[in-house]
């Protein structure tokens, strides 16, 4: 019987004339990345749905957001410092959430950020009852947390992609917030009479819609993202012999220490920041732009959904295109696109206009290209131990860069001209583009920094 078998055994593997062969049996293919990927489908799946509700929870008050401040101040001046304080507000609330992230994994951080977004959107409407101007900016600042969850999904997308799918999996959950988004401006019209049959201000309706679709959007994290993605990808790291690096507390400003020195990360940070301060300066002011030329109320909502259509719809082109070209390229891209926008948006009548629509639907997919961009060469250049803390502190610069910008943007508009604001974004666009062709670093389709880079100092 032995000798029998002893010539398939050979086949298998050596054996010495003369003695017995060992029978080697080929081990299974570890679970391991079969798991992974099954991991990642429902990541994916669970932070789209969450996506397409805090969306709407979002965008429905960013149409009206504007004109909300410039009631409850009475002064058109003041009538950016709503979206300002919103911006603002989704940087701060980046360094709480980048602290839990790390310490107790992506759900809860994406939780805290649409619980305070809730308690600002009553906030808002409360604003619009009593006339508070105080409390408008509060809770602007709360109602940022909605910016803050929606911007940190795209990181919980790319816990558990493969290096050359990241930036194609963080596009889609991105894209996913096309249909909360394009579907919010449009409820501006229909929420009159809900807020008349509630007995609120015309100007606070949308943000009756907003807090539906933020409690349903924290459902939907609580329950669908689990396991969590963080977690999970530091679990998997270990099953496969990877060293993850210890969990660190999540601080931004060890984020930067670590990000900065490298010059992949550097870009994608700046990618972030300059490409978020040119979209959200010409995005606040258009809608007072068009009041101003006396648009009606669902124009404005209409051509704000275009410019969300812009943002977020393309978007898995966008990750093809980073995944198949490097993320220099594409925040190039971005930054020509940018460009182009702003010069439409400088000659564009006061009022609804042909130029406004192209220009602000352009504006929105060149920032898709420089967040798609920029937050994957971000994510790929940084150890796995350090990502919360530094997409916590990229958040956090793209919050600064952008309130600054929204805060500065009512001034110029206030003091001189609409023209005059998309003019000078249009400096910040064309300084994106000079970035990425004088960095250097790992070329390749996928810029991929899980190579090594430059340690941090």
């Not at 994916?44 to 957001?65: D, H, I, K």
């Not at 990181?155 to 919010?184: E, H, K």
């Not at 809608?287 to 648009?295: F, N, T, V, Y």
Request: aromatic content about 4%; proline content about 7%; overall charge positive.
């Amino acid at each position: 019987m032995l000798r029998a078998r002893a010539p398939a055994a050979r086949r298998r593997g050596s054996a010495v004339p003369g003695i017995l062969p060992v029978v080697t049996t080929p081990p299974a293919p570890p679970p391991v990345a079969t798991e992974r990927a099954t991991l990642q489908r429902h990541v994916v799946r669970s932070l789209v749905a969450s996506q397409m509700l805090g969306g709407v929870g979002l965008s429905a008050g960013v149409a009206v957001g504007a004109l909300l401040a410039e009631e409850v101040s009475g002064s058109a001046k003041y009538a950016g410092l709503g979206g300002t304080f919103q911006v603002l507000g989704a940087a701060v609330i980046a360094v709480p959430m980048a602290r839990v992230m790390a310490a107790r994994g992506r759900r809860p951080g994406l939780v805290l950020g649409y619980a305070l977004a809730a308690v600002g959107a009553v906030g808002l409407v409360t604003a619009g009852i009593v006339g508070s101007f105080a409390l408008l900016l509060v809770s602007s600042l709360l109602f940022g947390g909605a910016t803050a969850s929606n911007s940190q999904s795209r990181y919980a997308a790319a816990d558990l992609a493969l290096p050359n799918r990241r930036a194609r999996d963080l596009s889609i959950v991105v894209w996913a917030t096309t249909v909360g988004s394009v579907l919010g401006p449009n409820l501006v019209g229909p929420s009159a009479p809900v807020a008349e049959t509630l007995g609120l201000p015309r100007l606070t309706g949308p943000f009756v819609f907003s807090l539906v679709g933020l409690l349903l959007a924290i459902g939907v994290i609580a329950v669908r993202l689990r396991p969590d993605p963080l977690a999970e990808a530091r679990r998997l790291a270990l099953d496969e012999g990877a060293d993850p690096g210890e969990p660190t507390h999540g601080s931004v400003t060890r984020g930067l220490r670590v990000a900065l020195p490298r010059p992949m990360a550097r870009l994608g940070i700046i990618t972030l920041a300059l490409g978020h301060a040119v979209m959200v300066s010409v995005m606040v002011m258009t809608p007072l732009h068009m009041a101003h030329g006396h648009a009606e109320l669902t124009v404005i909502g209409f051509v704000i959904s275009i410019h969300i259509l812009g943002m977020f719809a393309f978007s898995p082109l966008t990750g093809m295109a980073v995944d198949r070209f490097g993320g220099r390229a594409v925040a190039l891209l971005g930054a020509g696109i940018l460009a182009a926008a702003t010069l439409l948006a400088a000659a564009s009548p006061t009022g609804e206009s042909g130029t406004l629509v192209a220009g602000l639907f352009l504006l929105g997919l060149g920032w898709s290209c420089t967040l798609v961009a920029g937050s994957t060469l971000l994510t790929a250049a940084v150890p796995a131990a350090e990502r919360p803390g530094a997409q916590g502190a990229a958040d956090l610069l793209m919050g600064l860069a952008a309130g600054g910008g929204g805060a500065v943007a009512g001034v110029i508009v206030d003091k001189v001209s609409f023209h005059a604001l998309s003019l000078t974004s249009l400096a910040f666009a064309l300084a994106i583009g000079v970035m990425a062709l004088g960095t250097r670093g790992p070329a390749g389709p996928t810029d991929r920094a899980d190579e090594k880079q430059p340690a941090a100092a």
